[in-house]
């Protein structure tokens, strides 16, 4: 039998602390602002991640990429569940609104930018262990302030200048989304 797992309160939201299953609103996760890049998003793990998918939400805001132009290497998944965004994919852009699911095999390079209102996207992605990442140039991404100058397979120092994400309240975004 698996043991239900406690639900933790942390600064602004609810975490599990360990393994087991669990219930959690996402109103009641924890959020964060990942600041001058990153867009706003929730987190369902707690101290240890996930160790077969990763899951999340995220409200894109409007002009801000929702994180580096990438590639992993492993799949990921996503559903657009609210507004519009633009999809940096494979050098290209890919305007998405409501409903538009977007499947990238390993090594897929892309980024969400948000376009003229907030956007909600649900992310699902594979995990492995010793997780790979890449974040190439791309003229397009730098087009959008979403790109690196050099290439690097290491998130610091992609990340590098960037604000780190901090911890926030479900924000105001996500309930206009997602009211009836």
């Not at 609810?14 to 669990?22: D, Q, S, T, Y």
């Not at 569940?81 to 990238?104: M, N, Y």
């Not at 003229?139 to 992609?158: C, F, I, P, W, Y």
Request: charged content about 25%; overall charge negative.
């Amino acid at each position: 039998m698996v043991p239900e797992a406690s639900l933790e309160r942390k600064e602004h939201g609810l975490a599990p602390p360990g393994e087991g299953w669990f219930v959690l609103n996402a109103r009641d996760a924890q959020w964060f602002d990942g600041g001058d890049l990153g867009g706003l998003y929730a987190s369902f793990e707690g101290e240890s991640r996930f160790a077969q998918l990763g899951f999340g939400i995220g409200v894109s805001r409007p002009g801000v990429a929702n994180a580096l132009y990438h590639a992993e290497d492993a799949q990921e998944d996503f559903l657009v569940l609210a507004g519009e965004c633009l999809l940096l994919i494979e050098g290209e852009e890919r305007r998405l609104k409501a409903w538009d699911f977007v499947h990238l095999p390993p090594w897929t390079e892309h980024i969400f930018v948000g376009l003229d209102e907030p956007c909600l996207v649900v992310a699902v992605g594979a995990r492995r262990p010793g997780r790979g990442v890449r974040f190439p140039v791309s003229e397009v991404a730098l087009k959008h302030n979403a790109g690196v100058r050099e290439e690097t397979s290491d998130s610091r120092e992609a990340y590098a200048g960037y604000s780190e994400p901090t911890s926030i309240a479900c924000p105001p975004e996500f309930d206009a989304l997602t009211e009836p």
